[in-house]
């Protein structure tokens, strides 16, 4: 099994910038591939960005593209999403998602996920 657990969410003013944090621990050799995805107020969860453990290859959502930015330390065993030039619609429950093959951008393609971490962004 694989835990994952997301920091660095809170509160900031648009324009601004957050990094969130996930760290994987447990049987993390299994994992492949791992992501972010987003849940705001009534919206249906989403896909943001994610990363290929081994090579680094990343893959971002076009409404985050050029704002967002996952990366990878593999010695920490932790992904991270740096978040820049936030607006009010990245207010969201985002949540680290880690999957043991190649996978889509869908969220049913990942077996781990973690609690989620909110982040608010005000206008």
Avoid at 90 to 106: M, P
């Amino acid at each position: 099994q694989v835990q994952l657990v997301e920091s660095g969410g809170g509160l900031v003013q648009a324009g601004g910038s957050l990094r969130l944090s996930c760290a994987a621990s447990g049987r993390t050799v299994d994992i492949y591939t791992m992501g972010w995805f987003r849940q705001g107020p009534g919206k249906e969860r989403e896909f943001v960005a994610r990363i290929r453990w081994n090579s680094g290859t990343t893959d971002h959502a076009d409404t985050v593209k050029g704002r967002f930015t996952i990366s990878r330390d593999n010695a920490k065993n932790t992904i991270y999403l740096q978040m820049n030039s936030l607006i009010p619609e990245d207010t969201a429950v985002y949540y680290c998602a880690g999957s043991r093959g190649i996978v889509s951008r869908r969220e049913v393609s990942y077996d781990y996920w973690g609690q989620g971490t909110q982040v608010t962004v005000s206008s």
